[in-house]
């Protein structure tokens, strides 16, 4: 909008280098609305959405130069996300054990599966009952984001949580045997189980990075 704004007037044909960088030198993007300077990454992320729109305006074909292609974002250091405390991480899977929600075991078995062992949600949904190895203290993750296939230390306390889920929805101590059983989603959970059921609502309630500093 607010390039819109100070580009009034000015076909995309017509914008030059000069133009774009008197409007990224202009108040309304190195400063903020009470006058103090934006942060060094809050003007990059500026610039890499100026530079990746008239990216796209040239290979549709409504601009033969990309005016944008010299902005060169500023060196800034990756802030380190941080990680939950053991006790923070009590406290979140406590919430969702205590959650009236009829989702909430799953829940907690998932998010129990993500702080104990540090795979990815998509890992985690992928697993089927015949990828956990009570007896050698494994989970088998048949497709990582490689592609490959890799096996994870089942920790004692996961092992407990995953059997007692277990044991509710299928009735058995052990892992579920049968074919068509194996071959069932452990969790009955599509790829976007995030944003429904407790899943939401625990993922917002705490902002730090959900992962514990031992999950390997």
């Not at 607010?2 to 009034?8: G, K, S």
């Not at 000015?10 to 133009?19: A, I």
């Not at 075991?105 to 599966?113: Q, S």
């Not at 976007?192 to 990075?209: E, I, K, V, Y």
Request: aromatic share 8%; glycine share 6%; net charge positive.
């Amino acid at each position: 909008l607010l390039l819109t704004q100070a580009l009034a007037g000015v076909s995309l044909s017509r914008l030059t280098p000069d133009l774009l960088n008197s409007y990224l030198t202009s108040t309304g993007v190195q400063q903020r609305i009470d006058g103090t300077p934006k942060q060094a990454t809050t003007i990059n992320r500026t610039k890499s959405v100026i530079r990746a729109f008239f990216r796209w305006c040239q290979q549709a074909g409504l601009i033969d130069r990309n005016p944008a292609a010299h902005f060169r974002l500023a060196a800034t250091a990756s802030p380190g996300t941080p990680h939950m405390t053991r006790i923070e991480l009590a406290r979140f899977l406590w919430i969702i054990r205590r959650s009236p929600h009829p989702l909430a075991d799953r829940d907690y078995a998932i998010f129990a599966t993500l702080a104990y062992t540090g795979i990815r949600l998509s890992d985690v949904i992928r697993l089927r009952p015949a990828d956990v190895d009570f007896l050698h203290r494994q989970l088998l993750l048949q497709r990582t984001k490689g592609g490959r296939r890799e096996h994870r230390h089942l920790p004692a306390r996961l092992s407990r949580i995953l059997s007692r889920y277990i044991q509710s929805r299928w009735g058995v101590t052990s892992r579920p045997t049968g074919q068509r059983i194996a071959a069932m989603k452990l969790f009955n959970c599509r790829s976007d189980c995030s944003r429904s059921g407790t899943l939401a609502f625990a993922s917002t309630t705490f902002p730090r990075a959900f992962t514990l500093t031992t999950a390997t």
